[in-house]
């Protein structure tokens, strides 16, 4: 059984740091890129960023660069969104995803998804 398990979400006030994993099973974790997502309430849910097993690169939606770094651990089969300098409009249940997109924020191109974890922040 395909498994995602997003965990690490919380509220926390602007300015802080906090970190999302994603633990995959059921599939072959390295020839598939991991990607994170998020929803805000009445938004689409947008790509925030993808890294891919294999070989590690890494893609960022513009407003998390610098403020975002995603991760991998091939061991545990683990995907890490390490997250600083928040702000309330980073506030969304965010996604972990499991696809081979050939273009990384397209949501259509990924195959298994997580049930999410909320992320709030206040300012």
């Known amino acids: 059984e395909v498994q995602l398990m997003e965990s690490g979400g919380d509220s926390v006030q602007a300015g802080g740091s906090l970190r999302l994993s994603c633990a995959a099973s059921g599939f072959n974790f390295n020839d598939y890129g991991i990607g994170w997502f998020r929803q805000a309430p009445g938004q689409e849910r947008e790509g925030v960023s993808l890294i891919a097993i294999h070989d590690g690169s890494t893609y960022y939606e513009d407003s998390v660069k610098g403020r975002f770094t995603i991760s991998s651990d091939r061991a545990k089969n683990t995907v890490y969104l390490q997250m600083h300098s928040l702000k309330p409009e980073d506030t969304a249940v965010y996604y972990c995803?499991?696809?081979?997109?050939?273009?990384?924020?397209?949501?259509?191109?990924?195959?298994?998804w997580g049930q999410g974890t909320q992320v709030t922040v206040s300012a």
């Open positions: 995803a499991a696809g081979t997109p050939l273009v990384w924020y397209d949501l259509s191109e990924y195959t298994y």
